[in-house]
Nanobody, 126 residues
Framework: QLQLVESGGGLVQPGGSLRLSCAAP????????IGWFRQAPGKEREGISCISSVGGNTDYADSVVGQFTASRDHAKNTVTLQMDTLKPEDTAVYYC???????????????????WGQGTQVTVSS
């Protein structure tokens, strides 16, 4: 069964940057759309970004557009989320997930995703 592993979370000051990575040891991510989600305490899980399996087409939530950038490296079998100009309200557990949708589109609805990572904590605080 596909298992996803996130890395790159941590503590960062407001205005700083972090890069999250999503990998699947022993499996290829190349045929899956990959989504990024976050969940802050007391809030619902939010789909913030996704990237298609073909063409690397992306979609972003309004809350992160222009601030976060998703990309994928087929050769390295990884997907990354570059997060810039971080704000305290970006504090959350961040998850990557794989959607069996194969093609040039992706979706940010968590209900469409089949496989999930364990999450990585991102804390933005001075």
């Amino acid at each position: 069964q596909l298992q996803l592993v996130e890395s790159g979370g941590g503590l960062v000051q407001p205005g700083g940057s972090l890069r999250l990575s999503c990998a699947a040891p022993g499996f290829t991510l190349n045929y899956y759309a990959i989504g990024w989600f976050r969940q802050a305490p007391g809030k619902e899980r939010e789909g913030i970004s996704c990237i298609s399996s073909v063409g690397g087409n992306t979609d972003y939530a309004d809350s992160v557009v222009g601030q976060f950038t998703a990309s994928r490296d087929h050769a390295k079998n990884t997907v990354t989320l570059q997060m810039d100009t971080l704000k305290p309200e970006d504090t959350a557990v961040y998850y990557c997930a794989a959607d069996m949708l194969h093609g040039r589109t992706c979706r940010r609805d968590p209900g469409e995703y089949d496989y999930w990572g364990q999450g990585t904590q991102v804390t933005v605080s001075s």
